[in-house]
């Protein structure tokens, strides 16, 4: 999931160098969303092994 989330956050920065704004802002939002996904996980892992 981590590994989604930098994919598409490099595709979003060489989308913004180039000039694709909308691109860029896409694959932006999908790596937000794919990071707190990540995040949520994480958590509930540490949590679920902790107890």
Do not use: P
């Not at 989308?15 to 896409?26: E, P, S, T």
């Amino acid at each position: 999931m981590l590994n989604w989330s930098i994919t598409f956050l490099v595709i979003a920065l060489i989308a913004a160098v180039l000039g694709f704004g909308g691109i860029a802002g896409a694959a932006a939002g999908i790596a937000k969303i794919l990071f707190v996904v990540f995040l949520v996980l994480f958590l509930f892992t540490l949590v679920r092994r902790a107890a």
